[in-house]
């Protein structure tokens, strides 16, 4: 029965542009393996791209993924590539004609191509069957082990099960979405002994439930780090963002013991964003989760540990030692420490938001809401990079997509490349000069009042859906009295605290602060939470890298 269920919610997919023949591989696979496997077909690499995403957030399994290598945008080797990704224990297969051959081969050596074929593969009993039947029998005896998901039972209209949703996801934590009200939920939560009146639960791989379970207890319980193997480490990179994953990979790949820890999700702001274009090395953009998993494995591999769901509260000099704590009382010391804490996105203000925040009203990318906004009307609040690759994202599905702007226009602090997509989507409108007067809804968002700030006119609009991207605060109020900050709470570092050409009054050492350095020696700063920094993500990963350079600098001469 086991085997039948899992097979059941096993998946094979493919992938043509061609609608005829997308449908005649569908219909062949479902003749022969539609009442063990499900079939699912998509006309493009971004549309499969999108459902293997979804598949690996639901915990669904895919055993073989069929692709055409003739494909406009995204041909199929480029497109296997980033399944590979998303599902490496997938058996891979090319469909080509004739001509492309060469380019099937070559594929065996960029993404591990298990077989291609030739179109047409009329008779499929001759041609299709026998090569996908020893496929499926090798994903079944390989070494991979497909793990139970972690199951999750809420409400729809809740923040702190929005919040839970959002933590998995981003932690690359496969799970199933349960909604209390259906019948499945309810099943749940009676196999739990729960009335749902404390929700969300949460059904671990192993069957334990856990009831409003908190982000340490859960990262714990659904197999992710969260306690230190050692007492003292080389280096201790606080945060997990672009700056930090790149402290992580270059300080365990020099040989510094390297811990990183994040108090949330690896990737930070970039890793919920649904397409990075400007990034070097990736002309067809890449996904902030997608280079944040890559990131991780890479730290990973080179022997970083990296804890999750761990708050840092404090940082101590203690001699030579440096000592970092955490919110449950315990610490680790190090010889240095990488501060890249990264920010937040400020909250809005206007009346109802904070109690409509995760019911409807989302902080971010909020990537994990995305299927809920088919069909509807959707407003982003802000006018910077994330806010347009947010409503770039969005504008797939959704009926209509609105921008809400304080400035004139999104030159001011959008990159061009966005502004012309934006420009050129017919459901993606901006309304410059406006703001938020108040949201309104019972248990979810339901309307908002928005102002035009030149005239002082007010509109009430029908809304469920708002994604909110207003400026950023840095995470450093634990280093208050420790750490020197400006006025807006970013690190100084460097030639910043040198301004007239003298150390800070309480720096001992007879050199002056490498340009990194914080006014603590050893304590360095990148990324967003340095003051004046750039705030892309290619100066984030750039500024880990040279913070790593001088922290072998100081250790050498400490």
Not at 144 to 161: D, E, I, L
Not at 228 to 254: K, Q, T
């Amino acid at each position: 029965m086991a085997q039948a269920a899992e097979a059941a919610r096993t998946v094979i997919l493919t992938v043509d542009d061609d609608p005829g023949v997308s449908r005649a591989v569908a219909r062949d696979l479902r003749r022969r393996y539609g009442e063990s496997y499900r079939i699912v077909r998509a006309e493009s690499g971004e549309s499969a791209l999108d459902a293997l995403r979804e598949l690996k957030l639901r915990g669904d399994l895919v055993a073989v993924i069929l692709a055409d290598y003739r494909m406009p945008q995204m041909n199929g080797i480029e497109f296997l590539e980033q399944a590979l990704d998303v599902y490496p224990g997938a058996r891979r297969i090319l469909l080509t004609a004739y001509a492309d051959t060469s380019a099937a081969i070559d594929a065996i050596n960029i993404v591990d191509l298990d077989h291609y074929l030739l179109k047409p593969w009329d008779p499929p009993e001759e041609k299709l069957y026998p090569v996908l039947d020893d496929l499926l029998e090798a994903w079944r005896c390989s070494d991979f082990r497909p793990v139970p998901s972690t199951k999750v039972v809420g409400h729809r209209w809740s923040a702190r099960s929005s919040d839970v949703r959002e933590f998995l996801a981003r932690n690359q934590v496969p799970y199933r979405w349960y909604s209390a009200e259906e019948p499945e939920g309810q099943r749940l939560l009676a196999a739990a002994g729960q009335d749902g009146q404390r929700l969300p639960l949460v059904i671990t791989p192993d069957g334990v439930p856990l009831v409003e379970p908190e982000a340490p207890e859960l990262a714990a319980r659904v197999g992710l780090a969260t306690t230190p193997a050692a007492d003292f480490y080389d280096l201790v990179v606080i945060g997990g963002g672009p700056a930090g994953l790149g402290a992580a990979v270059y300080g365990a790949s020099e040989g510094l013991r390297t811990v990183l820890v994040e108090r949330s999700a690896t990737g930070g702001q970039a890793g919920q964003s649904s397409r990075i274009e400007n990034y070097l090395g990736f002309p067809d953009g890449v996904s902030g989760a997608q280079l944040t998993e890559r990131a991780r494995r890479q730290a990973a591999k080179f022997g970083a540990e990296i804890l999750t769901a761990r708050e840092v509260t404090g940082l101590e000099v203690n001699g030579a030692a440096r000592t970092v704590r955490f919110s449950d009382g315990s610490a680790v010391a190090t010889h240095s420490v990488i501060l890249a804490t990264g920010v937040s996105y400020r909250q809005l203000e206007a009346p109802g938001c904070n109690d409509l925040t995760g019911c409807g009203v989302f902080y971010g990318s909020a990537l994990t809401e995305a299927a809920s906004c088919q069909g509807h009307d959707v407003y982003i609040v802000g006018g910077a990079n994330s806010a347009g690759q947010a409503a770039m994202y969005l504008a797939r599905g959704a009926k209509s997509v609105t921008l809400l702007v304080r400035g004139s226009d999104l030159s001011a602090s959008m990159s061009y490349y966005l502004v012309q997509q934006i420009s050129e989507a017919p459901n993606i409108s901006v309304r410059a000069r406006t703001v938020v007067e108040s949201a309104h809804g019972s248990d979810h968002l339901e309307q908002l009042t928005l102002r035009d700030m030149d005239t002082g006119r007010t509109e009430l609009v029908d809304a469920q859906w708002m994604f909110v991207f207003i400026g950023a605060a840095p995470l450093t109020g634990w280093l208050d009295g420790t750490v020197l900050r400006d006025e807006h709470g970013f690190i100084l570092a460097g030639p910043d605290l040198t301004p007239d050409g003298r150390p800070p009054a309480d720096w001992e050492l007879d050199r002056p602060p490498y340009h990194l350095e914080t006014n603590i020696p050893g304590v360095f700063v990148a990324g967003d939470a340095r003051a004046e920094s750039a705030k892309r993500v290619a100066s984030a990963v750039g500024e880990g890298a040279m913070a790593v350079m001088l922290v072998h600098r100081y250790l050498e001469q400490s």
